[in-house]
Nanobody
Framework: QVQLVESGGGLVQPGGSLRLACASS????????MGWYRQAPGKERELVAR???????NYADSVKGRFTISRDVAKNTVVLQMNSLEPEDTAVYYC?????????WGQGTQVTVSS
């Protein structure tokens, strides 16, 4: 069973930055894709950013230009760098891994953007 463990969430003021990390027990470079999703209270879970095995990335329109997804080879970790955070970014953020039909989720990390 694949384990994904997120870290880096917390409370930040509007305009601030946070760096989320997702450590995987299985090689992230063998995954079809790795992604970050989020779910705000009363809303459905939505895709935030995704990176494919080949390194292609895509982002939700609401975070383009502010968030960056990347992979840390040495730590086998997927990173989400979040800049210029807005109150609307407040949500639980989940890491997801797709190993060609085997789907795994982390437990989630809370991000709160508030003054």
């Amino acid at each position: 069973q694949v384990q994904l463990v997120e870290s880096g969430g917390g409370l930040v003021q509007p305009g601030g930055s946070l760096r989320l990390a997702c450590a995987s027990s299985l090689s992230i470079f063998r995954a079809n894709a790795m992604g970050w999703y989020r779910q705000a209270p009363g809303k459905e879970r939505e895709l935030v950013a995704r990176i494919t095995r080949g390194g292609s990335t895509n982002y939700a329109d609401s975070v383009k230009g502010r968030f960056t997804i990347s992979r840390d080879v040495a730590k086998n970790t997927v990173v989400l760098q979040m800049n210029s955070l807005e109150p609307e970014d407040t949500a639980v953020y989940y890491c997801n891994g797709d190993w060609f039909g085997y789907d795994s989720w982390g437990q989630g990390t809370q991000v709160t953007v508030s003054s």
